[in-house]
């Protein structure tokens, strides 16, 4: 059988949308178009690789199968032109990083957009996770790098510390709570109301696990998009709230707020990155990777509570 890439590129994005529609948009091709390259695959294939479904679709196993080798044939391709990139022009690396919400409000932005700037053929397409679900894609091949935080499970990739994190408690400085030095979770869930950051973040799904695990509930009074618009409204006496302490310190009317330790043990987190072991990554991947562990490195000189 002769291997199409473009049928493997229309295969890949269906994997990575569960969608037929998207997946025909991102590959550039009619919806009728990829229907008759995922039909004329499963003919060959002798196989169905689809559940076709009212929403979307699933895989098969036999697609589940497909797509893990698809994934390969694309990152070996990427290495294959990250090599032959110092003889050739306008080739371009792509990586696709998933991270959590602490490295994306913190050292991560700073350091992407300077590689960036040093690498101009490379994209980064980042993404916010949940350290649990990074785990779980990287082990899957859907990204080449991930930052996880706490001690999520790791085991089969290959895992690097980048630095300590530290959640902390901020609070207005006119707030009831301003005067405390340590506190524990618990007792914050008892009496206090909080301001949040968005639903959707990996670092307020985080929490809310924590609380229901010893059997209780955040009590948001607000929730807000971004962490320094978290900072405003606690200034602003709407709340206490939980944010990462590098996030505190970059606030720019840090005097406004109150740092206060968490006495829990997850309140101290390690940053980790994390890859799938094995298999060469391209010459850009490494040199990513280099440029985070010395971004850690001056992250690691800020993290400590002033």
Known sequence: MRYDLTDLRLFLNVGDT????RAAEKSFLSLPAASTRIKQMEDAFQTPLLIRQVKGVSLTPAGESLLTHAREVFHRLECMHADLSPYASGVKGRLRVLANTTSTNSFLPEALSSFLAEHAKVDVELEERLSRDIVSMLSSGSADLGIVAGNVATEGLEVMPLYTDELVVIASVNHPMHEFKRIRFADLLDNYRFVGISQASAI???????????????????????????????????????????????????????????????????????????????????????????????????????
């Open 18 to 21: 569960l969608n037929l529609t």
């Open 204 to 306: 307020q799904s985080f929490l809310d696990h924590i609380a229901h695990g010893i059997g209780k509930r955040i009590s948001l009074r607000i929730q807000v998009g971004s962490f320094d618009a978290v900072c405003r409204m606690v200034e602003a006496n709407a709340g206490i709230a939980i944010v990462p302490v590098t996030c505190a310190q970059r606030y720019s009317n840090q005097k406004a707020l109150r740092i206060i330790r968490l006495e829990d043990d997850w309140a101290l987190r390690e940053i980790r990155l994390c890859r799938r072991p094995g298999g060469d990554l391209p010459r850009f991947a490494q040199d990513f990777i280099q440029h985070l562990v010395q971004a850690a490195t001056r992250q690691r000189a800020q993290r400590r509570v002033k």
